[in-house]
């Protein structure tokens, strides 16, 4: 899997991607765990941080895979 960071997640968590290997397929609960135990300090952004699988918004019940590709998505402002 690999993992895209952009804006203020790619300095939490010092990169601006990172492949993981999973052992099965994750839920989005799973996932997360996994990130926080790499990149605890993604933890301040949790709550604002939207999940893409593959280029779209993740559902709450979609699974994530080795074969996928997922982006942590911050908050945006227009102006």
């Given at each position: 899997?690999?993992?895209?960071?952009?804006?203020?997640?790619?300095?939490?968590?010092?990169?601006?991607?990172?492949?993981?290997?999973?052992p099965?397929?994750?839920?989005?609960?799973?996932?997360?765990?996994?990130?926080?135990?790499?990149?605890?300090?993604?933890?301040?952004?949790?709550?604002?941080?939207?999940?893409?699988?593959?280029?779209?918004?993740?559902?709450?019940?979609?699974?994530f895979?080795?074969?996928?590709?997922?982006?942590?998505?911050?908050?945006?402002?227009?102006?």
């Open positions: 899997m690999r993992v895209l960071f952009f804006a203020q997640l790619k300095d939490a968590s010092g990169c601006d991607s990172v492949e993981l290997a999973l099965s397929p994750l839920n989005a609960g799973q996932l997360w765990t996994l990130l926080l135990e790499k990149f605890p300090r993604l933890s301040a952004h949790r709550a604002q941080v939207r999940l893409s699988r593959n280029w779209e918004y993740a559902a709450a019940d979609v699974l895979s080795n074969d996928d590709e997922v982006a942590l998505i911050p908050p945006v402002s227009g102006g």
